[in-house]
């Protein structure tokens, strides 16, 4: 720019009066220094500012890709799996197959529960867990006479109002109502009744254990009055030790207990669950033997078994 600018003042150079071309000539170079001056004042301008926002901007690149998070790893994953109220979508496939039922020990129960986990983002502090248990049954001669039913079962769901952070003492902890409804498609597959109550549930992870209970109690409120009243309680301690290649092996029992008719069914439970991906599906397929150490004499008895999958969605 500096050659185009002197090379238009050359020509326009005057051709007459030798001092006043001169004086003319000295005016334009001095006019073509303090020009090329100013343009070389804004040019360094120009590139400060070119200069500042490129750092800004990369600052903010950089700002941004340290607040990404990580993908969680399997055994991160696995690990919060074993929390009933982690701020994770799954949805578990829970077999359960139970023999020696009845009075006459001859029947026998394959139950499917479809057990969605949903949470829901209140605020910067609390998440509502939604727990969903829909059973699907098919069983056979569980009363004599009965023959084999096959359908749904009564739904079971709990909310759970959770605390996003545990407490000081590393407590995550969660309460709310639970509720039953009379959804069953065979009068044998339900109560006909509806219920409600509180549910809670506390645990405690360190390091690679999981430990804590999960409780509840129904009372029925409305229903067929030919059908008896429910008052149950239900109490479920679980520990659970996750490896570092994402198995989880986990000692429970859920027992329960019948107000009304003064009854245990305790079963006691292991489990053992790998994590694995399907493409970029996360799974978890699990496997294990329950006992029944306690039922009504119309309730399971000896051994049964457990298996599944669970659908993960972490993000």
Not at 249 to 265: L, P
């Amino acid at each position: 720019m500096k050659t185009t600018i002197l090379f238009v003042c050359l020509l326009v150079k005057p051709a007459f009066g030798t001092t006043v071309a001169v004086d003319r000539e000295a005016m334009q170079s001095a006019w073509v220094h303090d020009t090329l001056e100013k343009v070389d004042n804004r040019s360094n301008y120009m590139g400060d500012v070119d200069s500042t926002f490129f750092t800004i901007n990369l600052l903010q690149q950089s700002q941004q890709q340290d607040t990404t998070k990580a993908p969680l790893s399997d055994e991160e994953l696995a690990k919060k799996l074993a929390n009933p109220v982690a701020a994770m979508i799954s949805v578990p496939f829970q077999g359960n197959y139970d023999r020696k039922i009845g009075p006459n020990n001859d029947g026998d129960r394959y139950q499917l529960n479809f057990q969605p986990v949903v949470p829901i983002e209140l605020n910067d502090d609390w998440n509502l867990i939604s727990r969903t248990i829909v059973p699907i049954i098919d069983q056979n001669n569980i009363l004599p006479g009965s023959g084999r039913q096959k359908g749904v079962g009564d739904v079971l769901q709990s909310f759970f109002f959770s605390p996003r952070k545990p407490t000081d003492s590393g407590w995550i902890l969660g309460a709310g109502p639970v509720f039953l409804l009379p959804t069953a498609s065979n009068d044998l597959l339900g109560a006909e009744k509806w219920g409600a109550g509180p549910t809670f549930v506390g645990l405690r992870q360190e390091g690679p254990w999981t430990y804590g209970l999960l409780a509840n109690h129904i009372w029925s409120f409305a229903g067929n009055k030919n059908r008896a009243d429910i008052s149950s309680t239900y109490a479920q301690p679980f520990a659970s030790y996750t490896t570092k290649d994402a198995w989880t092996f986990t000692a429970q029992t859920e027992m329960t207990y019948n107000w009304k008719t003064d009854e245990w069914s305790i079963p006691l439970e292991g489990t053992a669950a790998k994590m694995l991906s399907f493409g970029n599906q996360k799974v978890t397929i699990f496997g294990g033997l329950k006992y029944w150490v306690d039922s009504p004499d119309s309730g399971p008895q000896g051994l049964g078994f457990r298996f599944g999958i669970t659908l993960l969605f972490p993000n």
